[in-house]
């Protein structure tokens, strides 16, 4: 067994949330309309037609609920700021209200011990901007300078650790390519101009935060998923190396420096002759002082000549008959370790930190509390190979749970539960998923 103490008296235990999935106030004090507020009122869009409006209300309740971070044992708390609470329309007039209450979460933070980790884009763009084609548009690099330079002058003097964006390329590709997520744009004319803005805006944040907060530690985060052919097939293996290059590659290695690994799979030349902006490749890059790495769980894919561009389709956990989660995610911490792995080996990552790891199940309430003991396995079983990876000598620095409390989940509405903490949308009542004085998650 493991105790927290393993980890060493200065590891980031740290719990996240975000401000579209948590904070609800969608039209309070000047909050401008976010991408998904609109994306919402698509039928069919979003499970249960669920609209974010109130979410779990943290707006109104972030003082209790940073106390339930406190009392889970967290030390750490990351949140993200509402682009359109602090510039409503994107760019131009600065709302004080918006900017206010950021002060009041930091403030609370600060009060109770948590250090704050502040995310910039956790994926609701102003819908102002949107009307002007938003990532695709390569203004974007400079809508998103002013909107970084906004907050690192309000919140720098209290906020040292900054998180540019959450997973480009999730972003990018459910957004601007597959039309699951907001704002349901389809088509390589689309995603390969978001990607390069994107990759280009990263960077761009990492410079504001540099010149203006006074020793701040600077990191961004990306999603990635091992990727495993399904047989020894050739066609399988290469079909398992296109979506790597993908899902895994396409952001981190020109923000390492290294460019677009294009060589590797040749469909991506063509990015190159999408985007205008292309002669700026050389600001694609940052050195970055930590990466937030943010695994879930492994793909195994098979050729398939059918689909588009990857030519390859998922073979699902629960096809192959694995443990995997509400979501049908599988559950494999032994992946887990072997992706955090990987980013290390790319030689040049200072330091790690693991921004999001989770899992969804459909919880039971039992007299008031759900007994939770797949989700503490699931932790548990993470932390475990974290553990083996630090002791190995990798500089990871912290692990932070996904997430506080069941939370609007993007397209999946309020129908896939991660939260440590049970909430009924109804009544918005938290409850501990496992009861208070009894409870499972002594890791955190
Ligand atoms: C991440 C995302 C989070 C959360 C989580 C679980 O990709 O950053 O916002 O939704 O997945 O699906």
């Known amino acids: 067994m493991f105790s927290k103490n393993s980890f060493g008296k200065n590891f980031l235990w740290g719990v996240a949330i975000s401000a ?63 682009w359109p ?37 956790h994926w609701d763009l102003p819908y102002e901007l949107e009307k002007e084609d938003g990532w695709a548009n390569d203004r974007i690099i400079r809508w998103f300078n002013r909107y970084a330079t906004v907050c690192a002058e309000e919140y720098g003097d209290v906020v040292k650790n900054w998180i540019i964006m959450n997973e480009p390329m999730g972003f990018t590709s459910l957004g601007y390519m597959l039309g699951k997520h907001a704002p349901g744009k389809t088509g390589l004319n ?5 990607v390069h803005h994107a990759v280009m805006a990263q960077a761009e944040g990492g410079r504001v935060i540099r010149q203006i907060v006074h020793k701040a530690h600077i990191g961004t985060t990306f999603s990635c998923s091992e990727v495993i052919p ?20 396409l952001f981190i290695e020109p ?3 290294r460019g677009y690994p294009k060589e590797d799979f040749r469909f991506l030349e063509k990015l190159e002759l999408y985007n205008r902006a292309w002669k700026y490749t050389d600001r694609m890059h940052f050195n970055f002082d930590f990466i937030g ?24 956990a629960a096809t192959r008959k694995v443990p995997h989660t509400a979501m049908g995610w599988e559950i494999n911490a032994d992946s887990f370790y072997r ?47 974290l553990l083996k990876e630090k002791n190995e000598g990798i500089n990871v620095t912290g692990y932070f749970a996904w997430t506080l409390m069941d939370n609007f989940e993007w397209a999946e509405g309020v129908k896939a539960p991660f939260g440590l903490i049970h909430v009924d949308f109804k009544t918005q009542l938290r409850m501990f998923c496992i009861r208070w004085n009894n409870r499972n998650y002594t890791f955190f």
């Open 20 to 82: 579209q999935q948590n904070e609800g106030g969608y039209n309070t004090d000047g909050r401008g309309l976010s991408i998904w507020d609109l994306f919402a009122r698509r039928q069919g869009k979003i499970k249960g037609g669920f609209k974010p409006y109130v979410a779990c209300d943290f707006y109104h309740r972030y003082k209790d609920d940073l106390l339930l971070v406190k009392a889970l044992g967290f030390n750490t708390f990351r949140f993200s700021v509402s």
């Open 85 to 121: 609470r602090i510039l409503p329309d994107g760019t131009g007039k600065i709302n004080k209200e918006g900017v206010a209450f950021y002060h009041k979460v930091i403030e609370e933070c600060l009060k109770l011990d948590l250090i704050p980790y502040l995310t910039l884009y």
């Open 190 to 194: 689309n995603f390969f101009p978001a």
């Open 230 to 249: 399904f047989t020894d097939k050739p066609e399988d293996k290469q079909a398992a190396k296109r979506v790597d290059i993908l899902l895994n590659r």
């Open 255 to 257: 923000a390492l420096g």
């Open 293 to 316: 790495v943010q695994n879930y769980f492994p793909l195994v894919v098979k050729y398939n000549r059918m689909m588009p561009i990857v030519q390859a389709s998922e073979v699902k």
């Open 339 to 385: 992706m955090v792995k990987r980013f290390w080996l790319y030689g040049v990552v200072k330091e790690i930190i693991i921004t999001e790891s989770g899992a969804a199940f459909k919880d039971k309430l039992v007299n008031g509390a759900v007994n939770d003991v797949q989700r503490t396995h699931y932790h548990e079983k993470y932390l475990r190979a």
